[in-house]
Structure formats: structure tokens, C-alpha cells
């Protein structure tokens, strides 16, 4: 649309997005984990590609030993300095603000953390992993790109809800 209104400007530019990732019934669900773990975190979650949203058919997000799995993946992913090379996760790029800072420190109705996520020591950049569980759809945290460690969960009845769902978010650069 820019370069129709303005063929002579010289772009580049990036797509961000609200990537999701879908895990049904009939997933590794280990596999899954340390995907989704490393997809929303790895880079602090400030990856365009990162996964910010996680739909879970409805047996799987029951599964409470699967829930308390994906938390110990998150809370042992390591967050620290980028200078330490033991840190899975670095600082943000900048202080948090505007809706990462909300989405960092706030729930929406109906939603709990599990892990919640933490500032470490006085670095303002430097948050561990945060996972928003109970996440309804249409809420804040279903339809907005944080681009910070924040992976919203959601409940889907089957893959087509799931589906249908993450096309909600007005955002289609990945998924898996």
C-alpha cells in the first residue's frame, strides 16, 4: 500500500504479528513445550516470529501435569545477562511501556499467571518468562502483539476453533 502511494520511495521494512501456535490432543506434548518454550522466549519474546499466543485443544489445556510442565519449562528457561552465555534469555531492548509494560503487570478478567513473569534486580530490561493462562477471546491479550517474554493461553473445543482463533488476531506472519 506505501510503495502503490509512493513508487519512488526505496522500503524496508517488518511485519510483526500475534503468531500463534496450536497444540491438539494428538501432539508430543513434550515436544511442544520445548518448542512453544523456546519459540515465546527465546529472544525475549522481540522476534516477529515469536509465538505470543498458544491454543490448546481443551484436553490439553485441561491437563493440569501439562500445564505444570510448560511452567517449570518457562520458569528454568534462563534469563539473564546477555553477556552471560548460560542466559537462554536476555534483556529487552528497551524499559517495557505502553501495552508490554501493561501486559507484564496486569491480568485481564478470568486470567492467571502460571509462572508470572518478574523483574530481576534493578535492570528495568530484564524480565523473566510470563504466561497468561485463562485468556478469553477478543480480550487484549488474544488480539495484541506485546513483542515481550508474555505468552497468552487459550482454550480451543478442537482444531477449527483453534483455527479460527488465531485468524481473529488480524495478524498472519507465522504459526505453527
Known sequence: EI???RPDLSLSAETGGKNATIVTATADRDQAIAHVVVSAFGNSGQKCSATSLLLLEREVYEDESFRRRLADAATSFRTGSAWD????????????????????????PG?????????????VQLWTPGIRWGVRPGSVAHRTEFFG????????????????????????????
Do not use: K
Not at 548460560?86 to 507484564?104: D, I
Not at 486470567?111 to 535492570?123: M, Q, S, T, V
Not at 517474554?149 to 506472519?173: F, I
Open 3 to 5: 510503495l502503490r502511494e
Open 85 to 108: 552465555f548460560r542466559s537462554r534469555m536476555g534483556p529487552l531492548v528497551r524499559p517495557p511501556e505502553g501495552v508490554l509494560a501493561e501486559a507484564l503487570t496486569r491480568l485481564e
Open 149 to 176: 517474554p508474555v505468552l497468552a493461553v487459550m482454550c480451543a473445543r478442537d482444531l477449527e476453533e483453534a483455527v479460527a482463533l488465531a485468524n481473529q488476531t488480524g495478524y498472519g506472519l507465522t504459526a505453527g
Open 111 to 123: 486470567e492467571f499467571w502460571d509462572p508470572a513473569p518478574r523483574r530481576l534486580g534493578d535492570n
